[in-house]
């Protein structure tokens, strides 16, 4: 598994990129007149390696687990909970079956970690670990060889989206009490207090929220001298359903695979991914024990790794949308990128990443349209000189 975590992402396309810049600045609208939907255009057409991309095949990934830390009453709902969101989900009534029928996409709902056996299903994988992650109030969320596990879980479920043809990996993830293991990895992360977080764009914090600090301190005062690294800080306050993501994430950036990233958790899993694959050991991993350190020196200026031709996994990721969940938006600017939607949304499942499909292939439709119009465009040499200084700047 460690070697699937070396040089982790396929370069962009530079001369692909420059092609489209180049369509874009002739097709004699206003500049700008299309805002962000260039924007998507020209990433999309990066991964895919095409002046004209388009999208023809989505696949849908939903991580499940259950959280110890659910016991300390962080949650509003009960731990049962998770098992039935995938039931639902399994059966077809949950809201985001609404959006994968309309996106016409190949789903799978992955038990990474719930507490519950289900019943088997044509889109339940059964990947379970354990029942549930440990306490982290007490003890790890869990153990090194667990979170290695379910790392090759969401490794696994992009090598299946990748051998089904997906032009899209989008992704999710549910599980009670999982806001709470997002809040102490970010106030870790962040180096920012619980409290100063849960106050980010509130007049007042509510009783319950204090509580849920209380709760977090308590665990970081516990791991302190362990939180050391990304996958360290994962191991001991995580997810199964966050680790696997991050594999997933990974994996995706390797195979050239576009990923849709969701809320809060799944951008969590996403900066956890971008530490660990951009960093100067990722040459020289050769054991467990160098894996869990990976990202412990990555810095943000540090755009690429030792190879020097990698870009950041964040390139391979549209970031669907900030949540409702306010410190959301920190951890956005944290990571340098823009959410395509902001609807205040906290659902989860893949929700809000499932809601951006339509702008996405939107934004496709026009460009083909615009340079099926023009063929002039579409025989634009593909090395021919960019009128941009910086033609990788999305």
Request: with cysteine; glycine share 6%; net charge negative.
């Amino acid at each position: 598994m460690i070697e699937n975590i070396f040089c982790v992402n396929q370069e962009l396309h530079d001369e692909t990129i420059a092609k489209v810049l180049q369509q874009q600045h002739l097709t004699g609208l206003a500049e700008g007149a299309l805002g962000r939907l260039d924007e998507l255009v020209l990433k999309l057409a990066s991964h895919q390696q095409t002046d004209c991309p388009s999208i023809n095949s989505v696949w849908v990934a939903l991580f499940a687990a259950d959280h110890g830390v659910a016991v300390e009453e962080v949650s509003e709902f009960e731990a049962t909970q998770s098992s039935q969101w995938v039931v639902d989900l399994c059966s077809g009534r949950a809201v985001s079956n609404v959006l994968i029928k309309e996106a016409n996409a190949a789903y799978e709902i992955i038990d990474v970690g719930l507490n519950d056996t289900l019943s088997k299903n044509e889109h339940f994988v059964d990947a379970k670990i354990a029942n549930g992650t440990q306490n982290f109030v007490t003890e790890a969320a869990m153990t090194q060889a667990q979170l290695i596990d379910a790392l090759e879980v969401g490794i696994a479920a992009a090598e299946r989206a990748k051998e089904a043809g997906a032009d899209l990996f989008v992704s999710g993830e549910l599980g009670v009490a999982n806001t709470t293991s997002a809040l102490a990895m970010t106030a870790v992360l962040s180096g920012k207090p619980v409290m100063e977080l849960l106050e980010i764009g509130k007049k007042r914090v509510m009783r319950s929220e204090r509580h849920k600090a209380e709760v977090i301190e308590k665990a970081l005062a516990l791991h302190q001298e362990h939180l050391t690294s990304p996958l360290k800080i994962l191991q001991h306050l995580g997810g199964f359903e966050t680790a696997a993501l991050c594999g997933a994430y990974i994996r995706c950036a390797q195979l050239g695979i576009t990923i849709v990233v969701d809320g809060l958790m799944s951008t969590v899993a996403a900066w956890i991914a971008d530490l660990v694959s951009r960093n100067d050991q990722l040459m020289h991993c050769k054991s467990v024990e160098m894996l869990m350190d990976l990202g412990k020196y990555s810095v943000p200026e540090t755009l690429f790794c030792i190879c020097g031709n990698c870009p950041r996994l964040v390139e391979w990721c549209f970031f669907s949308h900030q949540s409702a969940e306010k410190f959301h938006a920190m951890l956005l600017e944290i990571l340098a990128v823009d959410p395509i939607l902001q609807f205040d949304m906290k659902l989860g499942q893949a929700s809000g990443a499932l809601m951006v499909l339509p702008l996405l292939k939107q934004a496709c439709s026009i460009h083909a349209h615009l340079v099926a119009q023009q063929p002039e465009l579409k025989a634009i040499p593909v090395d021919s000189e960019c009128p941009f200084d910086q033609p990788l700047a999305f």
